[in-house]
T-cell receptor, first 115, second 114 residues
Framework: QQQVKQSPQSLIVQKGGISIINCAYENTAFDYFPWYQQFPGKGPALLIA?????SEKKEGRFTISFNKSAKQFSLHIMDSQPGDSATYFC??????????????FGIGTKLQVIP | NAGVMQNPRHLVRRRGQEARLRCSPMKGHSHVYWYRQLPEEGLKFMVY????????ESGMPKERFSAEFPKEGPSILRIQQVVRGDSAAYFC????????????FGPGTRLTVL
């Protein structure tokens, strides 16, 4: 059962354009919603994250929009650059006692930003 | 401060052999997670360990797979009698566990089973 659904699976955007990736979740118990960026041959790296009591979070060119009632959240990359070309994963985290966080990942979106 | 280290980066095994994947967490981190990434798929949780303890292995296949995180040395993910379906990238992540919940990922081990 896929608890976090991500779309699209691939995305091509012109340099300077806006990249938008969407995710939907099912479990209302999730505590935290991060986005990870992964370059080929590397592990995922945390990009930006949001808690469900916040509707939007912006860090530089990256913005998360969160819709709690619809159980959806999205990543917007403004002024997309070729260096942003990577695979992006949304995720949902359950925080348990003792610092344990259980992460459920989306399937990933391969973003290509063309000059 | 070195990040999470994994070795080997690439591992080729023939069907029936054993695969041992190693993960050295970041300095000061006592929590380790293992994930598997199949081609064209997201990462799937396998197991969560603290020093000398397996806390959650709900994502680990019941047979052939085992993990440990000894008091000294790296965490080890062991796959016995590998099959072609085990071919994947295996990522380890570590976290300090108390002051921050963020997981820091290693570069992964790419296992190919011939």
């Amino acid at each position: 059962q896929q608890q976090v659904k991500q779309s699209p699976q691939s995305l091509i955007v012109q340099k300077g354009g806006i990249s938008i990736i969407n995710c939907a979740y099912e479990n209302t118990a999730f505590d935290y919603f991060p986005w990870y960026q992964q370059f080929p041959g590397k592990g995922p790296a945390l990009l930006i994250a949001i808690r469900p009591d916040v509707s939007e979070k912006k860090e530089g060119r990256f913005t998360i929009s969160f819709n709690k009632s619809a159980k959806q959240f999205s990543l917007h990359i403004m002024d997309s650059q070729p260096g942003d070309s990577a695979t992006y994963f949304c995720a949902a985290i359950l925080l348990n006692s003792g610092g344990y966080q259980k992460v459920t990942f989306g399937i990933g979106t391969k973003l290509q930003v063309i000059p | 401060n070195a990040g999470v280290m994994q070795n080997p980066r690439h591992l080729v095994r023939r069907r029936g052999q054993e695969a041992r994947l190693r993960c050295s967490p970041m300095k000061g981190h006592s929590h380790v997670y293992w994930y598997r990434q199949l081609p064209e798929e997201g990462l799937k949780f396998m197991v969560y360990l603290q020093k000398e303890n397996i806390i959650d292995e709900s994502g680990m296949p019941k047979e052939r797979f085992s993990a440990e995180f000894p008091k000294e040395g790296p965490s080890i993910l062991r796959i016995q009698q590998v099959v072609r379906g085990d071919s994947a990238a295996y990522f380890c992540a570590s976290s300090p566990g108390t002051t921050s919940n963020e997981q820091f990922f290693g570069p992964g081990t790419r296992l190919t089973v011939l």
